[in-house]
């Protein structure tokens, strides 16, 4: 039977999607055109053989960023399921990372997309919105123990001027502030009332802030009955991971793993200006920036982090450019060819709202038994 050339139909949708999303790469380029001219006045200054570990350093981290799902889910994953390849990990992970950055929402964005994304693997989801919270959880304490550590060597090996002492009080303050909350985060899908209770109460607190911060500008964020739905969904496969823990291990260690080679990126780009025993102040400083980068994506970031470095005795011309340098060629990185994987992933999945493209499902595996007749096949 000969085989019909498949045409790919014509989604509006989807055109405006990617006609929106380029936009956005754009605007984005020109937000922080100016930092992009300062970096690049500045990388001769560096010793670009050690910049160029940037490369194999950025390709384990996203390599990490892969399994961290795959690693859950293997241990899960129907017979059916594809496995998928290294690359196909490093990909899935870029395009995470442009969702993340072209649409900044808390990393809700990035969520959507790995649902959608994960799909084709037989990932449901609730098993993905899990896995980015247990994904989030590995990386929090992971930092949240880098910068204890980091706060006790600068305590014990430096002199700390007033601010530098609040510094260090403040990243302290961070971490068992967020500890807290994973905590807290975690005491409450482990029971069904009290998700009940969230879902009733907390979201109504959760508006009414919301209300009162945006001036009666955006008077809902959150839906009971979702929110309801969503937090049940992560009880159920709470249950299944306390029942059988050693699931949760490896994707728990990829996280640890990921979370070293995202602070490593800064150290190597202060590295390649000479300055390889910053990685402490690092530490800090991404700890103190990444708070305040809550209330504002770009710029709060990274004052916060070069600020947090300065007060620690690191020249504040200095931190400006390991932080300045170092975003720019993540952004780059997350935007150039993160936006061409995610393009090429979208515009090869039929229509949106369909499972996404995975190269693993053009060419399927044959059945394990000869004598499986067609009708199985298809029904499997």
């Excluded at 992970?93 to 993340?100: G, H, Q, T, Y």
């Excluded at 109504?204 to 009162?212: E, Q, T």
């Excluded at 991404?286 to 620690?312: D, K, R």
Aim: net charge positive; aromatic share 12%; proline share 5%.
């Amino acid at each position: 039977m000969s085989s019909k050339k498949q045409t790919r139909e014509f989604s509006p949708l989807k055109a405006l999607l990617s006609v929106v999303t380029f936009g956005i790469v754009i605007f984005i380029i020109i937000s922080n055109w100016d930092d992009i001219m300062v970096a690049l006045d500045h990388i001769g200054e560096t010793n670009l053989l050690i910049l160029l570990l940037l490369i194999p350093e950025q390709l384990m981290m996203l390599y990490c960023g892969g399994k961290i799902f795959f690693s859950y889910h293997d241990e899960k994953r129907p017979l059916s399921a594809p496995e998928p390849k290294t690359s196909e990990l490093i990909r899935i992970s870029l395009e995470s990372n442009f969702a993340r950055q072209a649409y900044p929402s808390a990393g809700l964005s990035s969520a959507a997309f790995l649902a959608w994304r994960l799909k084709p693997y037989q990932f449901t989801s609730a098993q993905t919105s899990f896995i980015y919270i247990l994904r989030y959880f590995a990386i929090v304490c992971t930092n949240q123990a880098q910068t204890l550590l980091a706060v006790l060597v600068i305590a014990f090996s430096f002199d700390l001027t007033p601010a530098g002492q609040t510094i260090l009080l403040l990243a302290g303050f961070i971490a068992i502030l967020t500890g807290l909350f994973l905590v807290a985060t975690v005491f409450l899908i482990a029971n069904k009332s009290r998700i009940v209770w969230f879902a009733t109460r907390g979201t109504a607190f959760i508006n009414y802030l919301v209300r009162k911060l945006t001036f009666g500008k955006r008077r809902k964020v959150l839906d009971t009955k979702k929110s309801e739905e969503f937090l049940s969904e992560l009880h159920e496969t709470y249950k299944t991971a306390r029942k059988n823990p050693i699931i949760i291990k490896k994707p728990i260690l990829w996280g640890m793993f990921y979370s070293f080679f995202e602070i490593a990126t800064y150290w190597v780009v202060a590295s390649s200006f000479g300055y390889p025993q910053l990685f402490p102040q690092i530490m800090i400083g991404e700890a103190v920036g990444s708070v305040a980068g809550i209330f504002m994506p770009y710029g709060l970031y990274e004052l916060g982090m070069a600020g947090a470095m300065a007060s620690l005795g690191v020249d504040l011309g200095l931190a400006s450019l390991i932080v300045v340098i170092t975003r720019i060629l993540i952004l780059l990185e997350s935007l150039v060819p993160g936006y061409i994987v995610y393009q090429t992933t979208l515009s090869r999945s039929k229509k949106l709202g369909e499972p996404a493209y995975s190269p693993e499902l053009e060419h399927p595996q044959k059945p394990d038994s000869e004598n499986e007749t067609p009708e199985t096949e298809k029904a499997s």
